[in-house]
């Protein structure tokens, strides 16, 4: 049994009901998705080898300074970063530090800005360089499987069509769908209800309703699904040390499917790869 709950009644914890947002609200996560989306946009052009990923870490902090947004990750449950930078077989969460990038690593960079209120969270991959054809195959199915993910978004449907459409794609692609970490309601709370699985069946889950906002953002392994948390208590890695990569996406429900709120505006939403899908 799945309650709903007006956004503006109830807006400072997650009490397991999934709130429902109205259009002002969707405007105020346009703005703070759209600035998550253009410090994405702006680390492109960053990204090298021997770059270090505190100063990732810095860039990020700096930028959402400059701009009356602040970084949702920063003492976030202990945690001490502006931003989480996952590099090859790490699957999520790693931790920036003085370690230069290398050419051919593929890193995610994941950004939450809090803008007004509102949370922007989106990550995407970045290659370092000249990556491996394996790598760069990984980015083309995680990014596709993501989309795919995202077009099975309409009321009525359910959040298992979301998992299924990931899953089922990936799969086919010889892939594997990360299990110990999903999406999330987000919007005036930064991890809320529901829980968007990547993988499961279309009849799964609760229905779906216009005026929801949550996050899709699958984690898609070149070798087995399992993974482990490093002593550090958040670096996630696959457990047989294959290469894992992610994309997220804020999105809304809307009438007829959603709005995708963190779209890149330069078009950067798959850095280093052809802004064309396929
Ligand atoms: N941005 C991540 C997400 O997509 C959460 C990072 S929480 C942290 O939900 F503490 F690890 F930074
Ligand atoms: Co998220
Ligand atoms: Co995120």
């Not at 195959?137 to 978004?153: C, D, P």
Request: glycine fraction near 10%.
């Amino acid at each position: 049994m799945v309650n709903y709950i007006e956004a503006s009644s109830a807006p400072s914890k997650n009490t397991g009901a999934i709130r429902l947002y109205d259009a002002q609200a969707f405007e105020g996560m346009r703005k703070a998705c759209q600035l998550t989306a253009r410090c994405l946009d702006a680390l492109a052009d960053i990204v090298k080898p021997g770059l270090v990923t505190d100063d990732i870490d810095r860039f990020v902090f700096d930028f959402g300074m400059d701009h009356g947004a602040q970084p949702a990750t920063l003492n976030y449950r202990g945690y001490t970063k502006s931003t989480c930078t996952s590099i090859n077989h790490v699957v999520c969460h790693g931790i920036p530090n003085d370690k230069p990038l290398r050419e051919g690593d593929i890193v995610n960079i994941d950004v939450t800005f809090v803008l007004d209120g509102w949370h922007g969270d989106s990550s995407r991959m970045y290659p370092v360089g000249t990556v491996k054809r394996a790598a760069e195959r990984l980015l083309e199915v995680t990014y596709e499987a993501l989309m795919r993910g995202i077009s099975a978004v309409r009321p009525g449907a359910r959040t298992g069509a979301i998992g299924e459409s990931i899953q089922t794609f990936a799969e086919a692609e010889r892939c594997s769908v990360v299990r110990d970490f999903c999406g999330h309601g987000v919007g005036r709370l930064f991890h809320d209800s529901p829980n968007i699985l990547h993988y499961g069946r279309a009849n799964e889950g609760p229905e779906l309703r216009e005026g929801m906002i949550f996050t899709i953002e699958p984690m898609i392994n070149l070798g087995r699904p399992h993974v482990k948390v490093l002593a550090d208590g958040w670096t996630a890695v696959t457990r047989d040390r294959s290469l894992s990569a992610q994309y997220e996406h804020t999105v809304g429900v809307t009438s007829d499917g959603c709005e995708i709120f963190t779209l890149s505006p330069g078009g950067l939403d798959r850095p280093g790869l052809p802004s064309f899908a396929g």
